[in-house]
């Protein structure tokens, strides 16, 4: 297995790219303005999903600045981490209904978890200790998510959803929780 890793490209390139996003946000202030929104987000939503860069939760759902709590992580998985967010994003600040978005051509799609972790060693000289997250069937493995937040105890799982979003329409599309 052969992984990605851009060793010969410079600093500097990533210097670059970070300094133009600087220069974006002096754009960006001058438009937002000044505005306090409530620490609470006013759709009472925390959205589990995956990092993608294709994936616009703004745009795809509507939402505006203050409404939701997005928690991002390589293929939207329900790790001790994204757990951790939630626990505090319905204990302290509100929320109550929790959307999961996974979605169609992720990264982790193609790829067989111990087959993936044994190129990382390889690579890096041992073993992570924890889960990639490697995945064939995106609807099993929204409903596993699913299913892990409803049974975690640090978790209110009574209004929790799965969906797999078209990253090339733009579509999301509900995964029912029976494996049907
Ligand atoms: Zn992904």
């Known amino acids: 297995m052969h992984l990605r890793v851009e060793r010969s490209e410079s600093p500097y390139t990533g210097r670059v790219i ?15 303005g000044h505005q306090v929104l409530p620490t609470e987000p006013q759709r009472h939503l925390a959205v589990l999903t995956c990092m993608d860069s294709r994936l616009d ?31 505090l994003s319905q204990r302290l600040l509100g929320t109550r209904a929790i959307m999961v978005i996974h979605h169609t051509r992720c990264g982790l799609e193609s790829f067989v978890e111990e087959e993936l972790a044994d190129a990382i060693t390889a690579d890096i000289g041992f073993r992570p200790p924890f889960r990639l997250g490697a995945y064939r069937d995106v609807d099993a493995d929204v409903r596993e998510t699913v299913a892990a937040l409803r049974s975690s105890p640090f978790v209110d799982g009574t209004d929790v959803r799965g969906f797999v979003f078209d990253v090339d329409d ?10 049907s």
């Open 57 to 87: 939760l703004f745009g795809t759902l509507g939402l505006e600045l203050g409404e939701a709590h997005l928690i991002r992580n390589a293929g939207g998985l329900a790790t001790d981490d994204a757990v951790r967010s939630l626990l």
């Open 170 to 179: 733009g579509s999301l599309r509900e995964v029912t929780p029976a494996s």
């Open 18 to 32: 970070i300094n133009e996003l600087l220069a974006n946000n002096r754009a960006y202030v001058a438009r937002h």
